[in-house]
């Protein structure tokens, strides 16, 4: 079919929204601990709740596209976005919190199963690579500005406003005063809302799935789930993912606790700059991965990131402020490095390994758990020293690898030239 300049720019604007609810959930450890006065464990319990919810819909997604098509399964899931969110808004609480994160968290994860394709269709199978690094330029963007806005709103929550600044006052309305950083959840609702509304009146189009997008069948999990490499690349998917979000989910808390930061401002530009240069790092590692073996780049970054995690917990606070972005910086690579490396590790079935892949993700459900538990028992610097073991995960998959394929370089394309001459 001919490119659709609107649909991509609906796929691009799907990927904000998404990003906008995902990422939100470290600056607010904070407040969750000081407002419903729970344990650091107790906290990790919303980040979990969050992330499990993509272990348990990443595959049946694939399922649920595959029977009703696209335009009613992304309906569902951000009516599942604005249900979650508008839960906790109109009843801020914690038990509440952790079943809205979940249901939010159902919502994402289905959306990510059916964008991916409809990017491919709509954008051409020629701009698909160029429309996918952008999208995720997109999604990081709206990582870097969630944490921005939830700063202004509890810094401006509550003080009395020019008449022309009717929104903070209708948000003041609706927020109780002693929890303003839940305004965050009607921004959400409304966020979630609206595309409902856009993608009732959107024609989106038919769809026919590649055979890596497809989620294959039940035998072809069956033969995927007795190999151990699959096993192998699951689990540093699980530490890569857990990585990630158990640095930004605790790094709010760790500076307050440790060097007295505001987590409503310091703390929250710190996570903010955490996601902006885990975007721009993604560029970088595209430039690396022309020239050098994608085996290679993972080492350096993975070394990387340990060295930064290292001076983060253990450096003065000027160090940490700088030190805790940059292992964004590091970790950047680590994602589609990892996912490449995996799929050309198998000869076969790439669409339901790519859907185990995914469910990896619940990783980020569980490793900020262990980290909030250890934090609780012995100190959060003790608890985010769990880090180590998987980043050293995902460090140990740089030795061990062996794809059929590995990734094009600048050196391999003139070999390739040369032996063709």
Not at 55 to 76: H, Y
Not at 126 to 141: C, D, K, M, T
Not at 147 to 172: C, D, T, W
Not at 277 to 302: E, N, P, Y
Request: charged share 10%; with cysteine.
């Amino acid at each position: 079919m001919p490119r659709n300049r609107y649909m991509v720019g609906l796929v691009f604007l799907i990927f904000f929204v998404m990003s906008l609810l995902t990422n939100i959930l470290g600056p607010i450890v904070p407040d969750i601990i000081s407002s419903f006065k729970v344990s650091l464990g107790a906290a990790a319990f919303l980040p979990f709740s969050f992330f499990i919810a993509y272990g348990v819909m990443s595959i049946p997604a694939g399922f649920l596209v595959e029977r009703f098509s696209e335009k009613p399964v992304m309906i569902l899931a951000f009516l599942a976005g604005t249900v979650g969110s508008l839960s906790f808004a109109l009843y801020p609480a914690y038990g509440v919190a952790i079943l809205s994160l979940f249901v939010m968290g159902a919502g994402m994860a289905t959306l990510q199963v059916a964008i991916n394709p409809l990017l491919r269709v709509a954008g051409g199978e020629e701009h698909f690579a160029f429309n996918s690094a952008f999208a995720q330029l997109i999604f990081g963007s709206a990582s870097f500005l969630s944490p921005r806005i939830y700063s202004y709103l509890v810094q401006n929550l509550g003080k009395p406003h020019p008449e022309g600044m009717l929104f903070l006052r209708a948000l003041g309305r609706l927020t109780p005063p002693q929890l303003p950083w839940a305004s965050m959840y009607w921004i959400f609702a409304g966020s979630t809302a609206l595309m409902v509304v856009v993608l009732l009146f959107v024609r989106i189009p038919k769809i026919k799935r590649k055979a890596d997008e497809q989620a294959g069948t039940l035998s072809m999990y069956s033969k995927l789930l007795r190999n151990p490499t699959v096993w192998l690349f699951f689990g540093c998917v699980f530490a890569y993912v857990g990585s990630e979000q158990g640095t930004a989910d605790w790094i709010s808390q760790f500076l307050a606790n440790y060097h007295g930061a505001d987590p409503h401002t310091t703390g929250a530009t710190t996570v903010s700059w955490f996601w902006g240069l885990l975007t721009a790092g993604c560029f970088l590692g595209m430039l690396l991965l022309k020239v050098l073996d994608s085996r290679f780049v993972l080492i350096g970054f993975s070394v990387a990131a340990i060295l930064s995690l290292t001076a983060a917990l253990f450096g003065p606070r000027d160090v940490a402020l700088i030190a805790f972005p940059m292992i964004g910086l590091f970790a950047s690579i680590m994602w589609p490095v990892l996912v490449s490396l995996g799929l050309n590790s198998v000869s076969e079935f790439h669409g339901p390994f790519a859907g185990i892949l995914c469910t990896g993700i619940m990783g980020g459900a569980v490793v900020p758990v262990i980290i909030g538990r250890l934090g609780d028992y012995f100190g959060l610097r003790v608890g985010m020293s769990f880090l180590y073991l998987t980043f050293g995960c995902v460090l140990s998959v740089g030795f061990w690898a062996k794809p059929i394929i590995t990734n094009a370089t600048i050196l391999t394309k003139k070999e390739a030239i040369q032996v063709a001459d």
